[in-house]
């Protein structure tokens, strides 16, 4: 079946510094890939998403790229902010099964 | 992309009653998921709620435990039955943003749940 593995949290990091959260993907097919972003006390937004291998996909900074070789799309942002401290969510879709499969998400914490 | 309204936004109850969750979107969605994440870990789909038909329960969840509503096109509820403190978890709904599923989806903010 389809899994996402994430790297564990939390992440502190100190602001303006570089951020990677590792993710990585067992699927049927050829899935679409997501990640998902959860500021305290809200639901869950997409941040940003590609739908096949090689695309990019990015959003408010952040950047993800579809490795399909690697089956990796691990989220990076050049120079995190404090209004980035949320919990990440790697996701997929594939068509085999048209449901979201999630990983487990990663906290980030970023310090002034 | 939708919105979604849901509450209420956090509960503490006593095992054994029931609580019913509500969401509303301000546009009209053909489906709405509902999902669970349990302390600690990822979102689990719950059931999927088609307007005028009945709710499709992934495995390990039964309507009898989770019933669901889903009375017009912009409008969804969940009942978490007969609860235990298993059940202590955040429930949240969601929507497709696009035209299908591969386009993402958007959830409410969730209702955080506490069975003692």
């Known amino acids: 079946g389809n899994s996402v593995t994430q790297m564990e949290g939390p992440v502190t990091l100190s602001e303006e510094a570089f951020l990677t959260i590792n993710c990585t993907y067992t699927a049927t097919g050829y899935p679409s890939l997501f990640w998902y972003v959860q500021y305290p006390g809200e639901g869950l937004q997409l941040l940003l998403k590609?739908?096949?291998?090689?695309d990019k996909g990015s959003n408010k900074g952040f950047e993800a790229t579809y490795r399909k070789e690697t089956t990796s799309f691990h989220l990076e942002k050049g120079s995190v902010q404090v209004s980035d401290s949320a919990v990440y969510f790697c996701a997929l879709v594939s068509g085999g099964y048209q449901k979201v499969t999630f990983g487990t998400g990663t906290k980030l914490q970023v310090i002034p | 992309s939708a919105v979604i309204s849901q509450k209420p936004s956090r509960d503490i109850c006593q095992r054994g009653t029931s609580l019913t969750i509500q969401c509303q979107v301000d546009?009209?969605?053909?489906?709405m998921f509902w999902y669970r994440q349990q302390p600690g870990q990822s979102l689990t789909l719950i059931a999927t709620?088609?307007?005028?038909?009945?709710?499709?329960?992934e495995s390990g969840f039964v309507i009898d435990k989770f019933p669901i509503s889903r009375p017009n096109l912009t409008f969804s509820t969940l009942t978490v039955s007969n609860m235990s403190p298993e059940d202590s978890s955040i429930y949240l709904c969601?929507?497709?943003?696009?035209?299908?599923?591969?386009?993402?989806?958007?959830f409410g903010s969730g209702t955080r749940l506490t069975v003692v």
């Open positions: 590609a739908t096949k291998a090689d």
């Open positions: 546009s009209q969605v053909t489906m």
């Open positions: 709620a088609n307007q005028g038909s009945e709710a499709t329960y």
């Open positions: 969601s929507v497709e943003e696009g035209t299908g599923v591969y386009d993402g989806y958007t």
